[in-house]
């Protein structure tokens, strides 16, 4: 069995006791009442016994839910196990490569015109604009 169909799996249990432990927790008697088991001791269980089945079987749904998702993490993260961070050949070859110098002498840096902006400023924009002449009043 590949990994991708385990956690396939795994993922649609985890979903599955998900759901199974939201019904149970709903189910649950609050200090108001009950959801759905309203009534006297007359019913079917009786308050007594569904609050310790229910309680147990939440504790039970939950430890399933807790022990899913570590499995998942662990099965997810086994391709990586191999893997570091920091690859210790690469690390190695950087270490052990020599670095080259050079043989010939520094040589002063020329000076260099300053880059030209990528975008146009808005001193590009004012000079492209027509000069623009003052506005004669209507004539009347």
């Known amino acids: 069995m590949n990994e991708a169909m385990l956690q396939t799996i795994l993922l649609a249990a985890i979903i599955l006791v998900a759901i199974a432990l939201t019904g149970v927790v709903l189910l649950q008697r609050s200090e108001g009442g009950a959801l759905g088991m309203g009534g006297g001791p007359s019913g079917f269980m009786t308050a007594r016994g569904a609050g310790n089945l229910l309680t ?18 662990v099965v997810g993260n086994m391709d990586r196990a191999s893997q570091s961070v920091i690859d210790a050949d690469a ?19 020329q000076p260099t ?3 030209q902006p990528a975008a146009p ?13 003052p506005a004669q009043p209507p004539a009347q």
């Open 56 to 73: 147990v079987t939440t504790w039970w749904l939950a430890a399933a839910l807790f022990a899913l998702t570590i499995v998942l993490t």
């Open 91 to 109: 690390v190695g070859a950087l270490a052990t490569t020599p670095q080259p110098q050079s043989q010939q002498p520094a040589q002063p840096q």
């Open 113 to 115: 015109t300053p880059a």
């Open 121 to 133: 400023s808005l001193d590009d924009l004012e000079a492209s604009l027509p000069s623009a002449a």
